[in-house]
């Protein structure tokens, strides 16, 4: 299994940003998938969730209204679309797979694959 993670950049407060992650060596359409983020010196945190046909979205409150997480099945990809960004989304961002599952799934530990991570950077 592959989840390389694409799209991160140097970018200023207010800005937009669009993740990319491509997913191999999996029945795509049948992983949930997830974005989780690190900032320097921070344990990593939850983001944004979609279940495998595209429902139940759940994103943490510091990005709800901002950040918008979607799926394209035919090209086993997952995108994190960031709107109005702030320094304090600056971090790197990781993607993650689980086998679908009703509900929230927050914790990293229960999602056993997991991208190399992109960096994002918000300039003030």
């Known amino acids: 299994v592959q989840l390389q993670a694409s799209g991160g950049g140097l970018v200023q407060a207010g800005e937009s940003l669009r993740l990319s992650c491509a997913a191999s060596g999996l029945a795509f359409s049948s992983y949930m998938m997830a974005w989780f983020r690190q900032a320097p010196g921070k344990e990593r945190e939850f983001v944004a969730q979609?279940?495998?046909?595209?429902?139940?979205?759940y994103y943490a409150d510091s990005v709800k209204g901002r950040f918008t997480i979607s799926r394209d099945n035919a090209k086993n990809t997952v995108y994190l679309q960031m709107n109005s960004l702030k320094p304090e989304d600056t971090a790197v961002y990781y993607c993650?797979?689980?086998?679908?599952?009703?509900?929230?799934?927050?914790?990293?530990?229960?999602?056993?694959?997991w991208g190399q991570g992109t960096l994002v950077t918000v300039s003030s």
């Open positions: 979609i279940r495998r046909r595209g429902g139940n979205l």
């Open positions: 993650a797979a689980m086998h679908d599952a009703w509900g929230l799934h927050a914790q990293s530990s229960e999602y056993p694959y």
